[in-house]
């Protein structure tokens, strides 16, 4: 099964940048969709951020769209989330997710009753703090 290790997390200032990345172990990521979750303090439902569709166009969630990106780097396995003029609300534990199926990648922005089971494998996540 394939493993996903996220990295980059940190404490950054409002307006600043951060790029997350996804390492995935025991396999590629070829054919594979990969979705964007953050999970804020408090309680807060976990929210699909993003989807990376495979050879395909990316999918964002309203509040980050114009600030996020995403892209892949396959020679590395590795995927990534890029954040820039970053705002407090935006603080929270970021997962990443891989799943076979664009549909329910796509379907995953946004929402915030995506189930783990819904997607193959699941990264520990990597913790975002936006705060001057």
Do not use: H
């Not at 970021?94 to 189930?115: K, L, M």
Request: proline share 4%; with cysteine.
């Amino acid at each position: 099964q394939l493993q996903l290790v996220e990295s980059g997390g940190g404490l950054v200032q409002p307006g600043g940048s951060l790029r997350l990345s996804c390492a995935t172990s025991g396999g590629t990521l070829d054919d594979l969709q990969i979705g964007w979750f953050r999970q804020a303090p408090g309680g807060k439902e976990r929210e699909g951020v993003s989807c990376d569709i495979y050879g395909g166009d990316p999918y964002f969630t309203n509040s980050v769209k114009g600030r996020f990106t995403v892209s892949r780097d396959n020679s590395k396995n590795t995927a990534y989330l890029q954040m820039d003029s970053l705002k407090p609300e935006d603080s929270a534990v970021y997962f990443c997710a891989v799943t076979w199926s664009p549909n329910i990648c796509r379907g995953s922005v946004g929402r915030t009753d995506v189930e783990n089971k819904s997607f193959d494998s699941w990264g520990q996540g990597t913790q975002v703090t936006v705060s001057s």
